[in-house]
C-alpha cells in the first residue's frame, strides 16, 4: 500500500513538472523598449552694456549670435569626462546634446554636479571680453529644470545654465 501511494505521489509530481514546464515555454514573455536617454545643457550668451559691466545685469544686452561656449563635465575624482565647443544659433541660443556623455558614477558623476558651461569666443570684435556673468569666467553650473523632450526611443533630459556674457573691451573701469 505505501509502494502504491508513493508511486502516485511521483507521477502526479512528475505531471505538475511537466505541466509547469510546457507552460513556462507557452508563454512569451514581454520584453521593455530600450529607450535612449540623452543628456541635453541650453543656455544663451549676450553682449553685456558697459553701462551694466561688473554686474550680473543684462538689461540691455543682446544675443550673439554664432559664440562659442564650452561644456566641461568631471568625475567625483576631479578627471575630465567630457569636453566640447559647441555654436550659438542666431538667437544666442545654446541646445547642445551631450553625445558621448558617459556617467562613472550615476550619482557623484551626475550633470548636475560634474558639468559646467563656460563662454570660450564671441565673433564680436565690439564685445569680445568675457564677464563673470553666472559664474561664467570658472564655469557657470548646470541646474535641473524638470524639462525633457519625449520620442519613441528617445528621451532628452535637460539642464541649463543661467545666461552667460562678453562685454566691450573699451568699457571703463569705473563699472567694474
Known sequence: MANT???????????????????SVAIPYKTEKKIDVAVVVETTVYCQSCEHSGTWSLIGAKPIPSAKVSVTCKTHRGHVSYYKVFETDKNGYLYAPLEGFEMQDYILDHPLHSCFLKPVWSPLKGCSLLANVNYGLNGSPLRYENKRLHGSKYQAVIYAAGPLAFHPPGCSKTHY
Open 5 to 23: 501511494y508513493f508511486t502516485n505521489i511521483s507521477l502526479l509530481l512528475l505531471l505538475v513538472a511537466f505541466s509547469y514546464t510546457q507552460t
